[in-house]
Nanobody, 117 residues
Framework: QVQLVESGGGLVQAGGSLRLSCAASGSIFSINAMGWYRQAPRKQRELVATITSTGRTNYADSVKGRFTISRDNAKNTVYLQMNSLKPEDTAVYYC???????????WGQGTQVTVSS
């Protein structure tokens, strides 16, 4: 019923930038919080950034000052601008959305971000 599709991943050199997008579609009336998470091989999934419906944001300490999360409520889309990328940012990045009345968050399939040294 609800689908999240990420885009914008790819291979970049250290110090470069990428902009990730995630569009939600389906039976959506509103979205509470949206966020970005990432998971590196053999590592647990970790929070990158979240943003509420009113625009309040929070970031993992490891990305503060480098990444910026934003959203377009009219388009049900969340973005992640990633600057000054480091090799340790290499991971599969997933977007997530919290819908009113749902007991679980919806997740996208992920997009690979690889940062070469």
């Amino acid at each position: 019923q609800v689908q999240l599709v990420e885009s914008g991943g790819g291979l970049v050199q250290a110090g470069g930038s990428l902009r990730l997008s995630c569009a939600a579609s389906g039976s959506i009336f509103s979205i509470n919080a949206m966020g970005w998470y990432r998971q590196a091989p053999r590592k647990q999934r970790e929070l990158v950034a979240t943003i509420t419906s009113t625009g309040r944001t929070n970031y993992a300490d490891s990305v503060k000052g480098r990444f910026t999360i934003s959203r377009d409520n009219a388009k049900n889309t969340v973005y992640l601008q990633m600057n000054s990328l480091k090799p340790e940012d290499t991971a599969v990045y997933y977007c997530a959305a919290d819908l009113p009345g749902s007991t679980q968050w919806y997740w996208g399939q992920g997009t690979q971000v690889t940062v070469s040294s």
